[in-house]
């Protein structure tokens, strides 16, 4: 008879699996706290006081946690205004957004017509131009048009689809079964009631994967509002940032305070529909057929 002997305990396969799982734990916390150290730093400042700022060595825990740095924030600016005007822009954008590229995407992925995949094509190879070599073409046909000071051209740009939109979600929609939209045209549909009842109620999570993109981008737009908006009072919150940053002397808790209420939508926006946020971004998370 053989004799067999146990194996170690370090050569088994459930200790390689707990070594794995341990280094991989310990990365993730290594590198979760590198990107939550500034936001952690953001925050310790809103709250302290200007002294215990500029104090050396730096403190990563206030002394005295000074809340009201928050509320004297934003009472040094009209960032009622302000706020109202990105929420605006931010929810009417996300709006246009999300009806536009849906039945764009859905045309490309359920529509059959000559020269479909080429138009696809074309419509993808625009994501190769960089923002930069259109922006000055863009500023003079607004200005051409009278749009300069307005929030047209922050807007209407939303209402023309975009790129990468389109793809998400035409993928998504690739992954729906034909025969709901054959069964949808034997009832007599047509294809504006069969992107409204059929498409739109099952692409919900990449609907809300483009809803969360353009919000945040509209909602962190600088670039956009510095170009096109002069009159102060239709300001946004970031135009409102670099405002109060411009001046002669920077107050910081009130800058890192307001820094941390102009995030603040945008965190919770992710945290409440990450799930959705997660599932859309996964091209073949679509219904097979």
Known sequence: MRSTTAPKFHETKKFKENVRLTIVT?????????????????????????????????????????F??????????????????????????TIGSVLVNSLVAYAFAKIKFKGRNTIFVLVLSTMLIPGFVTM???????????????????????????????????QFMMGIPNELIEAAVL????????????????????????????????????????????????????IGLQTCKGTVQTQWHYLMAMSVTVLLPVILLFFFFQRYFIEGSNLSSGTKG
Do not use: C
């Open 26 to 66: 310990l990365l993730l916390i290594a590198g979760s706290t590198l990107i939550l150290l500034p936001l952690w730093w953001m925050i310790s400042t809103s709250l302290k006081s200007p002294a215990e700022i500029a104090q050396y060595p730096p403190t990563f825990i206030p002394k005295e946690f000074n």
């Open 68 to 93: 009201s740095n928050y509320i004297e924030a934003w009472q040094t600016a009209p960032f009622t205004r302000w706020a109202l005007n990105t929420l605006f822009l931010a929810v009417v954008g």
């Open 136 to 170: 000055v073409p863009q500023y003079i046909l607004f200005s051409k048009l009278g749009w300069i000071d307005t929030y047209l051209p922050l807007l209407v740009p939303a209402f023309l689809g975009s790129a990468f939109f389109i793809f998400l979600l035409r």
């Open 187 to 238: 009832d007599g549909a047509g294809h504006l009631q069969i992107w409204w009842n059929i498409m739109i109620p099952l692409t919900k999570p990449a609907l809300i994967t483009v809803a969360i993109f353009s919000f945040n981008g509209a909602w962190n737009d600088l670039l956009g509002p510095l170009l096109y908006i002069n009159d102060e009072s239709k300001y946004t919150l970031q």
